[in-house]
Every structure is written in structure tokens, then in C-alpha cells.
């Protein structure tokens, strides 16, 4: 069974940056897409990013320009830089991992924007 492990959230006040990291373990983790979802309260999880595993990315239009989805094979680790933050992207991150059939999620990384 994968596992995927995420860190790196906290508060960070509007217009502001942060970058959250996912490390995958009992994967072949150059194999497979990983993504990035958020989940607000009382709101449903949606994507935010997604990197395939040849590198190509795709973003959501509320972040495109703002964040940066990023993944290094070498350390198994998917990022997610995030800048211009603002309060509307408060949320729980979501890592998520999926190849053919096999899919796996992190516990989630809680992100405060707030003054």
C-alpha cells in the first residue's frame, strides 16, 4: 500500500507565500500523476494542480499564475509552491497519488490565510 505523507502547512498572512511538500512512500513514484486538492469547510474537495509523471501540469483558473505544482523523483516528493496567497485559499491540501487502477491519499496539511 502507498503512503503519502504531507507537511509544510501553517498560517500565512494574504499576499503572502508557502510551499507544502507530499513525500510517497511503497510507490513507484515515477509512475505515477500526483495532484493536489483542497477542501474548505462546508465546501467540496476540488483540484488544485496535477503534474502527469512525464512533468506536464495543469491548474485550476483560481490558482493559475499564483501557484507552481512541481516533483522531484529523486526524493519522491511533489510540492506545491504557493504565492499571492489570499484568505478564499484556506483549506486542507490534499496530496494524491494515481496510476492505472492505484490511487492513494495523504491525511491532508491545514493552510490558514489570515491576517
Known amino acids: 500500500q502507498g503512503q503519502l505523507v504531507e507537511s509544510g502547512g501553517g498560517l500565512v498572512q494574504p499576499g503572502g507565500s508557502l510551499r507544502v511538500s507530499c513525500a510517497a512512500s511503497?510507490?513507484?513514484?515515477?509512475?505515477?500523476?500526483m495532484g493536489w486538492y483542497r477542501q474548505a469547510p462546508g465546501k467540496q474537495r476540488e483540484l488544485v494542480a496535477d503534474?502527469?509523471?512525464?512533468?506536464?501540469?495543469n491548474y485550476a483558473d483560481p490558482v493559475k499564475g499564483r501557484f507552481t505544482i512541481s516533483r522531484d523523483n529523486a526524493k519522491n516528493t511533489v510540492y506545491l509552491q504557493m504565492s499571492s496567497l489570499k484568505p478564499e485559499d484556506t483549506a486542507v491540501y490534499y496530496c494524491?497519488?494515481?496510476?492505472?487502477?492505484?490511487?492513494?491519499w495523504g491525511q491532508g496539511t491545514q493552510v490558514t490565510v489570515s491576517s
Open positions: 503534474i502527469t509523471s512525464g512533468g506536464t501540469t
Open positions: 511503497r510507490i513507484r513514484f515515477s509512475n505515477y500523476a
Open positions: 494524491k497519488a494515481k496510476f492505472v487502477q492505484f490511487e492513494y
